[in-house]
């Protein structure tokens, strides 16, 4: 995060999104790249809502990002939008090439907890589960 700069959060969300709506980011939760590798599934944020508790950020066509209670957002040197900590996490989206139905809808929610990150994914996803990780260092959205 060097050269970052932690500011409001409206006026960080407001900035960010003037940047980089319409355009791709990468979506990286707990140090791991939706989709696998950089590259793989980019994503275009459309809007965003903020309540000042609960952050909701949707893309293309329906994914969301939704973080609850984040806390140290900051823009990078090259746009890029850092939300180190927040209570709670859930990044969903339908399964891609298959009908946008309930049936198809994918979860991932992150919780962190003092050393580790809950993980539980839900859907037709072949990593569908639970896990518990070591925390890493990086942020815990980072949308680059």
Same mark, same amino acid.
């Given at each position: 995060m060097f050269g970052s700069r932690v500011m409001n959060v409206d006026a960080t969300l407001a900035e960010w999104f003037a940047k980089r709506s319409g355009t791709? &980011?990468? &979506?990286i939760l707990g140090g791991q790249v939706?989709? +696998? %590798?950089i590259g793989e599934a980019p994503q275009k944020p %459309?809007?965003?809502? !903020?309540d000042g508790a609960t952050l909701l950020i949707r893309f293309g066509t329906t994914e969301e990002l939704e973080i609850q209670e984040p806390g140290g #957002?900051? #823009? +990078?040197p090259r746009f890029d939008l850092t939300i180190p900590e927040a209570k709670r996490v859930r990044w969903s989206w339908h399964y891609y090439g298959r009908p946008q139905t309930p049936s198809n809808r994918c979860e991932e929610v992150l919780v962190p907890e003092a050393d580790a990150l809950q993980v539980v %994914?839900?859907?037709p996803t072949l990593s569908a589960g639970y896990e518990r990780r070591q925390r890493s260092t990086a942020p815990? &959205? !980072?949308l680059y």
């Open positions: 791709y &980011v990468e &979506v939706f989709g +696998g %590798r %459309r809007d965003y809502q !903020w #957002i900051a #823009i +990078g %994914r839900t859907g815990l &959205v !980072w």
